[in-house]
């Protein structure tokens, strides 16, 4: 991201699809995973509540998160979410310019942009919401529309 405005209009629409994905899950269906002790759907939706402040604090947006257990409820994960992607919003949009996402930091052993470990938790997001989709599938869940209509919103129409 090389403009502050770009990055808060992009992670707008990225931070409503992510919480578009974790009202459609239910509580009983967050231990769903593809293999037993693999990725849950408890873990990846906590993984992404976490990830998206995590990564942006090795940038100097915010603080890095405290280390918790997952929640057990949907609803607590949900909140936890909507608080971090807030704050990262509030923080990009109140203390950097875009003269700081040109500055160069140290990001897990290599030299980026801060601009660009934005762009990493965006895409980091994006990948593991993907993954989620996939073990909703598995669990039986309807599976909305990110990037456009999802299968289920399109048979949905269609009846």
Not at 55 to 82: C, L, N
């Amino acid at each position: 991201m090389h403009h502050t405005e770009d990055f808060l209009k992009v992670w707008e629409m990225e931070s409503a699809s992510t919480l578009k994905v974790f009202t459609a899950l239910t509580d009983a269906t967050l231990p769903q995973s593809v293999v037993p002790g693999g990725y849950s759907l408890q873990s990846l939706a906590w993984h992404i509540t976490n990830s998206i402040v995590a990564i942006p604090a090795q940038g100097g947006f915010v603080p890095a998160p405290e280390r918790k257990p997952a929640p057990s409820t949907v609803a607590e994960i949900i909140a936890v979410y909507a608080r971090n992607s807030k704050a990262l919003a509030d923080a990009v949009c109140d203390q950097t310019t875009d003269a700081a996402l040109a500055e160069q930091v140290k990001f897990f052993g290599r030299t980026l942009r801060r601009g660009a470990i934005l762009s990493v938790a965006i895409m980091h997001q994006a990948h593991h919401r993907a993954q989620m989709t996939v073990l909703m599938k598995q669990a039986g869940l309807r599976v909305p529309g990110v990037y456009g209509p999802s299968e289920d919103d399109t048979k949905a129409a269609q009846k």
